[in-house]
């Protein structure tokens, strides 16, 4: 069974919380790895989305041309 994949708004909004967790919360180490772990995936994804979306529109403009 495959996640399901996480919108780009759902990943910022979860990396804001995981930061202001490890931020404003006093997190034993083994929760603050699994956080830092999380945020380093979903950031991967954040960039992935970019990515392809920069490739998308530059492949539509290049149509106009």
Known sequence: ???KS???K????RIDEIV???ETEN????????MVKEA???IGECKDKLHNT???LQSSLDKLN
Not at 28 to 34: P, R, V
Request: aromatic share 4%; net charge negative; hydrophobic share 35%.
């Open 6 to 8: 996480i919108n780009y």
């Open 1 to 3: 069974m495959s996640k």
């Open 20 to 22: 202001t967790t490890i």
């Open 10 to 13: 759902e990943a910022i909004d």
């Open 40 to 42: 380093t995936k979903l």
């Open 27 to 34: 997190i034993d180490i083994d929760e603050l790895t699994a």
């Open 54 to 56: 920069q490739n998308d």
